[in-house]
């Protein structure tokens, strides 16, 4: 691959700009996945204020809210298309700045809204359209963040830099949880209802500040300025590396956003534990899922992106079900539970490790943003965006409360046999 071993020299020669492009990329999707994390922890909180009519039952208005939830998943194809074919154009330096600036609006804009016994059916409306603006923002991100990690990494590091965009939405999710644990700690639950969920979307407008000063220091990649071709791949090549991208990541979008967003919801609604133990349990996830991401990037430097990533699909499809059963059992110490759930976040680490990179790499620089931005969004709209929709109406309607199992384990099965068909590919 000539042009990936000249990508990686150009962009090894300046350490400096290197880690600036790494923080810059990161800091956004830090703030993309904290925002999803918080309106997930707080799903049931934000049904009842939202989406409760007069009437309206809790599991109906929570099916709204997971419904809202996956209307910002399905602009996110939307968002890479339009944004990621101004970041082939003009630049990613550009898109990524605009995108912060829409993402850091639309989330602070949650925190301020009227609710359904203030305006009425507004509020949910007015709720849609600012997530609407979320998902058409975060579409543009992970096209824009990832090109420009990985076009500056240094040569056979394309693993490890692409992996900090998966390690930093840990650290999102990780961060809305801690704040929803900490309200739900120092905030009684009629407080926590009232207002204080609030506050976790008002704070993203001091961070989005943050990420915007970063990314106005940011500069342009050198394979942008200096090696596109004006070739562009055939359309049916293109549309067929997008689907084949779609298909490696669909396992890791669900099992991760079963496993990470959708379970606190799932074990309140369904085994009827506390918010504060859902929010435990789902720390605990995110913790197992942010340790292994970075050393599974590394290690698919060493080994290639296929064996990690599969590796990872596998043990999803295997383990699933029992450890579903684990946290569904009274007679399981909490102890294990937690060993459980943790270990159920870093299974879905080893594909979220090398991710960003094997999409990056399926691309040329000309339709890179494009490319891995639609495949990317297209997975996660159709299997993150609908997990908390699929899982909920299913439950509901048939009893079965091993749903979420077998959604996480039938779509990384699908991954494992796209993995499996694909050639092992070694950072360069």
Known sequence: MLQDRKEGRTTGEDTGRSRRALVAGSVG?????????????????????????????????????????????????????????????????????????????????????????????????????????????????FGGAVSVMTEFAAPGRRGLYGSWQSFTVA?????????AALLATVLTEAQLGDWGWRLPFLLTLPMGLGALWLRLRLDETPVFEEERSPVRPPPRELAGAIALGAGRV??????????????????QSTLHTSFRQALLATVLANLGFAVTIVPAGLLSDRVGRRPVMLTGAVLVVVLAVPLLNLLQDDGT????????????????GLMAGPGPAMLAELFPTNVR???????????????????????????????????PAYYAAATCAVSALALAKAPSRKGS
Request: with cysteine; aromatic share 12%.
């Open 29 to 141: 999707n830090f703030l993309e996945w904290y925002e999803f994390g918080v309106y997930g922890y707080f799903a049931t909180i934000i049904a009842a204020r939202f989406f409760t009519p007069e009437g309206g039952g809790e599991v109906e208005a929570l099916v709204r809210t997971y419904a809202s939830f996956a209307l910002a998943f399905f602009f996110r194809p939307v968002g890479a298309a339009l944004f990621g074919r101004l970041g082939d154009r003009i630049g990613r330096r550009p898109v990524l700045i605009l995108v912060i600036a829409l993402m850091t609006g639309a989330t602070a804009l949650i925190g301020a809204l009227p609710t359904y016994d203030q305006v009425g059916a507004l509020a949910p409306w007015l709720l849609t359209f600012l997530r609407v603006m979320q998902g058409l923002s975060a579409g543009g991100e």
């Open 250 to 267: 669909m396992g890791w979008a669900a099992a991760g956003y079963t496993f990470l967003v959708v379970l606190p919801s799932y074990l």
């Open 171 to 179: 650290l999102g999710l990780l961060g809305g949880a801690g704040a």
């Open 369 to 403: 943003c494009t490319g891995l931005g639609l495949a990317y969004a297209l997975s996660n709209a159709v299997f993150s965006g609908c997990a908390g929709l699929i899982i909920t109406k299913t439950v509901e309607r048939t009893g079965n409360v091993d749903i």
């Open 333 to 348: 110490s909490n102890t294990v539970k937690g060993v459980a759930v943790c270990g159920a976040g870093a299974v879905v």
